[in-house]
Nanobody, 126 residues
Framework: QVQLVESGGGLVQAGGSLRLSCAASGLTFRNYAMGWFRQAPGKDREFVAGVSASGINTYYTDSVKGRFTISRDNTKNTMYLEMNSLKPEDAAVYYC???????????????????WGQGTQVTVSP
């Protein structure tokens, strides 16, 4: 049974930082491209960042470039999202997701991911 468990969310002031983690089990983690998505109330789920299965290649949506860093540790079956200079518009539920098997590049569309975590809330106060 595949499980993705996010942690690290919380309340932070604008300009602050948070580090999200996604612990994976039940799958051969190193074989899956991974992504972080977020969903704010009333909005669609959007791609935030992705990392290739090897961890070498990373991808970001424009609004977080230079502020967020995605990484993974395949020895620990864990993916991370370091978020700095947080803005109120970054507030959302953040989800980690594992792509379909064999996909090298993390897709940007949610429907191309096979497994999802339950989400972790990020709140940014002005």
């Amino acid at each position: 049974q595949v499980q993705l468990v996010e942690s690290g969310g919380g309340l932070v002031q604008a300009g602050g930082s948070l580090r999200l983690s996604c612990a994976a089990s039940g799958l051969t983690f190193r074989n899956y491209a991974m992504g972080w998505f977020r969903q704010a109330p009333g909005k669609d789920r959007e791609f935030v960042a992705g990392v290739s299965a090897s961890g070498i290649n990373t991808y970001y949506t424009d609004s977080v470039k230079g502020r967020f860093t995605i990484s993974r540790d395949n020895t620990k079956n864990t993916m991370y999202l370091e978020m700095n200079s947080l803005k109120p518009e970054d507030a959302a539920v953040y989800y980690c997701a594992a792509s379909k098997f064999g996909v090298a590049t993390p897709p940007a569309r949610p429907n191309e991911y096979r497994y999802w975590g339950q989400g972790t809330q990020v709140t940014v106060s002005p």
